[in-house]
């Protein structure tokens, strides 16, 4: 017979006979997947969300996924924006896929929902606030946060941030970091919504960052765009797919993506300007 694979040791416990074991012992010649108490087992749940994602992203083509606050009620006038934003991409083919919470993500996946279009959610639990709402159609849903935060920088062939909190800022600067670095392709648009709740933002960047202390280049300056015109975002959208769809065709043969591809754009080389 062939040598079965050898798995990780399961740590022994204390002794402890004044208290009840929280955990049942293992048979003989048996192992547990011990998630909570052994983190060499972790790393296979790691593993498996990144394999299950990609494969994931994969069956879903011509994505665009929007960002925003979980908190933002279905009253304020973004929630209607990322709406209606959404309506007008799914009618136009595009798959929205968004975080599958509240907010501005419930908004999106409304918006595509009502359309008739793929509406997707990458969900995680959040205690007190993440849920997934209930216009996902598709959805895989993720025990580490940076797994799924991963996925959703990988998700789409183009990115529009609406108003949010930490998750939204941290999501955009970790994509603008990617796009600077080769690692996110510069033909996807990154796309921010919203001037009053943006342009302040844009203003130290290009103050601060760009024109008083050099930390980045005027080419880094130009990764996104700043409107509060759906139409130009739609047009931008579109035309940004179809480059990169032509330009998969020229190189692969192929107008959709394979796991194997995005798992390659996500583990590529940085440029070498950035390195």
Do not use: C
């Amino acid at each position: 017979m062939p040598s079965q694979p050898s798995l990780p040791p399961i740590p022994s416990q204390p002794s402890q006979p004044s208290q009840p074991s929280e955990q049942p012992e293992p048979a003989p010649g048996t192992f547990m997947f011990d998630y909570e108490h052994n983190p060499t087992w972790r790393i296979f749940r790691i593993m498996s969300e990144f394999v299950e994602g990609f494969t994931f992203l994969a069956r879903i083509h011509k994505n665009v996924t929007i960002f925003g606050s979980a908190r933002l009620p279905e009253t304020h006038p973004a929630y209607h924006l990322a709406r209606s934003l959404a309506h007008r991409l799914a009618e136009r083919g595009f798959t929205i896929v968004t975080g599958g919470g509240p907010g501005i993500m419930q908004a999106a996946n409304q918006g595509a929902t009502e359309a008739g279009g793929p509406s997707v959610g990458l969900n995680i639990q959040l205690p007190m606030e993440q849920r997934i709402n209930p216009y996902v159609r598709q959805s895989m849903s993720f025990h580490y946060f940076f797994s799924r935060k991963v996925m959703l920088d990988f998700s789409a062939e183009a990115y529009v941030f609406f108003p949010g909190g930490y998750g939204t800022l941290d999501e955009l600067f970790e994509l603008l970091t990617l796009a600077q670095t080769g690692k996110l392709e510069r033909s996807a648009p990154i796309i921010l919504m919203g001037k009053d709740f943006w342009q302040p933002l844009a203003s130290w960047l290009e103050t601060t960052l760009l024109n008083k202390e050099h930390t980045i280049a005027p080419r880094d300056f130009a990764l996104w765009t700043l409107t509060d015109d759906l139409d130009q975002v739609v047009t931008i959208i579109e035309e940004a797919i179809q480059q990169q769809v032509e330009q998969r065709m020229a190189a692969t043969g192929r107008a959709n993506h394979t796991p194997d591809d995005k798992l390659r754009q996500a583990t590529k080389q940085m440029s070498e300007l950035e390195q």
